[in-house]
């Protein structure tokens, strides 16, 4: 064969590899859950019996639709043995997390995705659970209650939350994934996922879920760990397994949960000058560039090995404008940062979601990263990153000047004087603070008066909402989206000082607000002064009546998205009018509306087939 073109067919044989890894996604869980259970029917001792154990304690999660202060809808709900199974419906007693659908990816508040995220990680929110004794996992039950279905991947960690002495190494690893399915039935069910085998104890299990696919609330009663105190024996009978089908997976769990591959591919090895590249090098930059851009990063480390050439590309801070290290949680940390750190000076948009949990990444190796890498941020994702502290904060409001995203959701073990430094970002246009104990807001609002996004939901260290309203109201008048979910004591003085002061407002979230009172007329006022709304949520406010429902449908006619779960004085006809004069509306939840039974629903479908109509009931 003649090397006229070497470079340009070992870069073609890269992108085939690729390709063919990913062809092979669809039918890969059908063949490795075929293979996996042969692996689960190892033969085991007969004195190795099996320990079936319910978790003990929820130790994590990323968000949950219940109050921060109750039982009902939280994710603690998953400890302990069922409260509900085997019934199916909506109960209280199970663990919901916070958003259903896709409709909360098409709102006004909605964020930008990031490019280059593999297409294996598609997980939107996760829970850990502890148990009891450390065992070989055999199995892992889930029992759902109400819409099943929205579990993808379950993780197994070597750590021992109960040991007193940390471990020198945390590892975890993938027990089952599957891409998101939807399930046709919102009976209960114990989903039984064949598991692989592992090669360490473990009493710690992750439960990440999309829930994209759903129709309505997913609700988890119980989890069952059954495993073997002993490391089991694999029967010869796993010698059935396809080579092509091994090679395939121990690739993917390379780039699936960690990144291994950024800690020695992005070592300073000296690459050799190989043979001569035909005219590949003719390339123009920007070609070549752009044909990397759509490398995932664990195919760009290994890519940049390959010779000089491709190794300047791969290495080029342009490739890193944003760059998306959630996807990697499982084994980044401060290695992983160091190395990359040369490579991100350009960066703008950062997502480390997730990451540094348990001592993966220190408070020092993530200060040095934004000290070299702060100074183009734009946006930065820190949800659920326990790592942090308030010197983490500090370093964010000196080195990331031109910052106008912060996500800090579920960021709950940041002390509430942490929060102070944020009013230093005087930049900012979103800001998510769900599920903090922050206390520092109104210097914040004081300052951050370009804030077009805020999200206080589930805030509660915050005292006195109607203060937080009228700063709001007086401070932030390009705001357009709000979350007030679960704040504690807003009443109709808070209201009518934020519908006052800003005007621009597309959504407002004042769901399970139970100090609002429709007699007062604040959510008449609502709909007269914020005529741009496109989502309102008014869950589970009982006082919700016609004449609030008339008034949406006389000045809101932009309205997309309206949720009045809960309501008892709401009509069919009320309804029909909205509908008639909404023509955008595209979700309507009228879940336990006493006067909306499901005749009235059936015909309200027929009439509106566009929207999506929900009545929930418990069984």
Not at 226 to 232: C, Q
Not at 233 to 244: G, H, P, R, W, Y
Not at 315 to 323: E, G, K, R, T, V
Not at 444 to 458: R, W
Request: glycine share 4%.
């Amino acid at each position: 064969m003649s090397p006229v073109f070497p470079m340009l067919t070992v870069l073609t044989m890269f992108y085939y590899i690729c390709l063919r890894r990913r062809a092979r996604t669809a039918t890969r869980g059908e063949m490795m859950n075929t293979h996996r259970a042969i692996e689960s029917n190892s033969q085991t001792s007969p004195l190795n019996a099996e320990v079936v154990q319910y978790a003990k304690e929820v130790v994590d999660f990323s968000s949950h639709y219940g109050s921060e202060n109750s039982m009902s809808y939280t994710m603690w709900n998953l400890a302990g043995v069922p409260n509900v199974f085997p019934s199916s419906g909506d109960f209280t007693q199970t663990a919901v997390f916070r958003t259903y659908g896709t409709w909360w990816d098409q709102c006004p508040s909605a964020s930008l995705p990031f490019k280059r995220t593999p297409p294996n990680f598609q997980s939107q929110d996760y829970v850990e659970l502890t148990f009891e004794q450390q065992v070989y996992p055999t199995a892992v039950h889930v029992l759902e209650t109400y819409h099943p279905g929205a579990v993808i991947r379950i993780l197994a960690c070597s750590a021992n939350p109960y040991s007193p002495n940390p471990p020198a190494e945390v590892r975890w690893e993938i027990l089952w994934s599957e891409r998101p399915t939807k399930v046709n039935a919102s009976q209960a069910r114990q989903f039984k996922p064949c598991i692989k085998q592992i090669n360490f104890p473990t009493n710690l299990i992750r439960l990440e879920v999309n829930s994209s696919l759903l129709e309505y609330y997913t609700e988890l009663d119980a989890v069952v760990l059954h495993g073997v105190k002993d490391k089991p024996v694999l029967s010869l009978k796993t010698s059935l397994i396809d080579m092509n089908d091994i090679e395939d997976d121990a690739y993917a769990e390379k780039d699936g949960c960690g990144m291994d591959s950024l800690n020695k591919k992005f070592s300073s090895a000296v690459l050799g000058e190989g043979p001569n590249n035909g005219y590949f090098d003719k390339l123009p930059y920007e070609l070549i560039q752009l044909i990397l851009n759509h490398l995932t990063l664990p195919d760009l480390c290994r890519l940049a090995q390959t010779c000089k050439l491709l190794s300047q590309h791969c290495c080029d801070p342009l490739q890193y404008i944003h760059l998306n290290l959630q996807p990697y949680w499982a084994k980044l940390d401060d290695t992983s940062l160091e190395f990359l750190q040369s490579r991100c000076t350009l960066v703008q948009w950062l997502n480390l979601s997730w990451t540094g949990n348990r001592g993966f990444i220190s408070v020092a190796g993530f200060s040095r990263f934004l000290k070299v890498c702060g100074s183009e941020l734009v946006r930065l994702e820190l949800s659920c990153s326990h790592f942090l502290n308030e010197t983490c904060l500090e370093v964010i409001s000196e080195m990331c000047p031109n910052l106008q995203a912060l996500n800090l959701s579920s960021c709950d073990k940041l002390p509430p004087q942490a929060f102070n430094h944020i009013a230093k970002l005087c930049s900012l246009k979103r800001l998510v603070l769900y599920r903090t104990k922050q206390t520092a807001l109104l210097s914040i609002l004081n300052f951050c008066s370009e804030l077009q996004h805020l999200s206080l939901g589930s805030c509660v260290m915050i005292e006195d909402y109607d203060v937080i309203a009228s700063m709001i109201g007086a401070k932030c008048k390009k705001l357009r989206t709000l979350d007030l979910w679960r704040c504690k004591n807003i009443t109709e003085n808070g209201i009518a000082e934020l519908a006052s002061g800003c005007p621009l407002l597309e959504e407002l979230d004042l769901g399970w607000c139970p100090t609002l009172q429709s007699s007062t007329g604040c959510f008449t006022r609502l709909a007269h002064q914020l005529p741009n709304l496109q989502k309102l949520f008014l869950t589970a406010n009982r006082s919700v009546c016609d004449t609030d429902i008339d008034e949406l449908a006389c000045n809101c006619t932009r309205l997309q998205q309206l949720d009045i779960l809960g309501t008892r004085m709401v009509s069919p006809a009320s309804l029909r009018k909205l509908l008639e004069s909404c023509k955008d509306l595209s979700l309507l939840d009228v879940s336990f509306c006493s006067q909306i039974d499901n005749r009235a629903v059936l015909e309200l479908n027929a009439s509106f087939p566009k929207v999506f109509i929900k009545k929930s009931f418990t069984q």
